[in-house]
């Protein structure tokens, strides 16, 4: 049978390498519709995990599949079975290091492990968000490297993923995917696969486009939040709400889509992707001046808010030293337990080095895990909402936040989502 024979017939083997927020849907979906899957993971943690049908992200309930897709899924740690796989998908983190370039340390890893097992006919396609040019030079000269061509022994093709952690409208089978193969043949053999999960393909002519396109719209919501965070200190200034600006503008039918200021960018794909194609561009001898820009103002909003908590706290005659924060949300984003990238953290490292005493509640991060960047916070406990504190700072729009009495608590709130919407006495807008 040939590779489009077992897509076709659901005989294929499937293969996800990085069991995370992207990975794992993609198994689920793979699975739902009738193939065997094989999860992939360095985390030997998650892979006990999913022996046991647990979940370790928040809002992918692994129970109420399980009936659906028992026996046609396993997860493992033996990269050996790569070989037994007909399509392998790579969903492995694109970091920054600490000089805020691409880290691609986890895509070559995975493709040179990939290269000990590969074999005539498979299908790879990089999901990884990247610059152009990773997949048909980077990853293509690590998998040729044991003999086998690409395009002509075994298929090599890029897809983005667009995942949305839980949105309600629009999950992974409703968002078209964008796909570029090396060749016609790649790109055939990579929609006729993903055409059995998603409502519809988008076949470019290459993978960098594919890898570009990814990195267009990443860029341009990074860009358009920067500006609104601009206007938002501009309008404040002002005596202007720019949350009413906004509902006003984004009734006009056409030409605007609507952005929503906040405390800075956070999770793991608007703060870091668009430096993947500032560093690429270099090469080029090429500035990429909006992305910067865009960077500069995001990363300045923790402090416009520290001003802000400061200046509340001046309100009612008290100031930031040794003052009681409770901050609200550790999330990047609202109802969801991720929080890489958050801008939260910064805030409250910014707030403790200015001598204030800061605890935090969030609902989907009972206690902060380990994690390279802010270790010192590893082991702190979500605290409950009162009044027992100097100031309330509300960072995530998680929904629980929205039914609460915050004029009761009768303590100065600064809120950077408009969850309060001017209800206490006590509110500042940051
Ligand atoms: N999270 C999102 O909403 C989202 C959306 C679009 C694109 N992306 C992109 O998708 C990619 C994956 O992101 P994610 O959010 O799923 O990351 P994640 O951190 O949630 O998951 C990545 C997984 O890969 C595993 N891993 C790391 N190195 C590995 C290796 N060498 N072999 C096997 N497994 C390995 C990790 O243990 C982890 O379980 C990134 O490039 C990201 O930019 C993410």
């Known amino acids: 049978m040939t590779l489009l024979e ?129 997949t048909d030079q980077d990853v293509r000269e690590i998998l040729e490297a044991g003999g086998l061509t690409a395009g ?69 919501r990074s860009v358009n939040i920067a500006l609104v965070n601009e206007l938002k200190m501009l309008f404040d200034r002002m005596g202007i709400d720019v949350w009413e600006v906004i509902e006003a503008a984004k009734t006009k039918p056409f030409g605007f889509q609507a952005f929503h200021p906040g405390p800075g960018l956070g999770g793991h794909c608007i703060p870091i992707d668009p430096f993947y194609l500032t560093w690429k561009a270099r090469e080029f001898d090429f500035h990429t001046r909006f992305i910067e820009l865009a960077g500069e103002i995001n990363t300045a909003m923790p402090d416009y808010v520290v001003l802000k908590v400061m200046k509340a706290l001046n ?37 403790e080095e200015l001598g204030a005493v800061v605890s935090y509640n969030d609902p989907c991060i009972p206690v902060i895990r380990p994690s390279r960047e802010y270790a010192k916070f590893a082991g702190r406990r979500s605290q409950p909402i009162d009044g027992t504190c100097d100031l309330i700072l509300i960072a995530t729009a998680h929904a629980e936040y929205r039914e609460i009495d915050f004029a009761a608590l009768n303590v100065p709130i600064v809120d950077t989502r408009n969850v309060l919407r001017g209800k206490s006495p006590l509110f500042f807008k940051a």
């Open 6 to 134: 077992k897509i076709h017939s659901r005989t294929a083997r499937i293969g996800v390498i990085g069991l995370g927020y992207v990975g794992l849907p993609l198994v689920i979906e793979f699975c739902r519709a009738g193939f065997h899957v094989t999860g992939f993971d360095i985390d030997e943690k998650k892979i006990a995990s999913l022996g046991q049908w647990e979940s370790y992200i928040r809002h992918i309930d692994l129970s109420s599949v399980r009936q659906e897709i028992e026996g046609r899924f396993d997860a493992t740690a033996d990269f050996s079975k790569l070989a037994a796989m007909d399509c392998i998908i790579i969903c492995v983190p694109t970091p920054l290091n600490k000089n805020r370039e691409p880290d691609m340390r986890f895509v070559f890893d995975t493709t040179r492990t990939i290269a000990r097992y590969l074999r005539r006919e498979q299908l790879v396609v990089l999901e990884s968000t990247t610059y152009p040019g990773t």
């Open 152 to 220: 002509w022994d075994f298929h090599l093709a890029f897809s983005p993923e667009r995942e949305d952690p839980n949105n309600k409208d629009f999950g992974l089978g409703s968002i078209p995917k964008v796909v570029g193969g090396l060749t016609p043949a790649c790109l055939e053999a990579a929609t006729a696969m993903y055409k059995a999960i998603v409502k519809g393909t988008v076949p470019v002519s290459s993978p960098r486009v594919a890898e570009a396109a990814k990195l267009l719209e990443n860029i341009y």
């Open 315 to 351: 309100a009612v005659g008290k100031h930031l030293q040794g003052s009681r924060i409770l901050l609200l949300g550790l999330a990047y984003k609202e109802n969801v337990d991720d929080d890489r990238e958050s801008p939260s953290y910064r805030l409250m490292e910014k707030l």
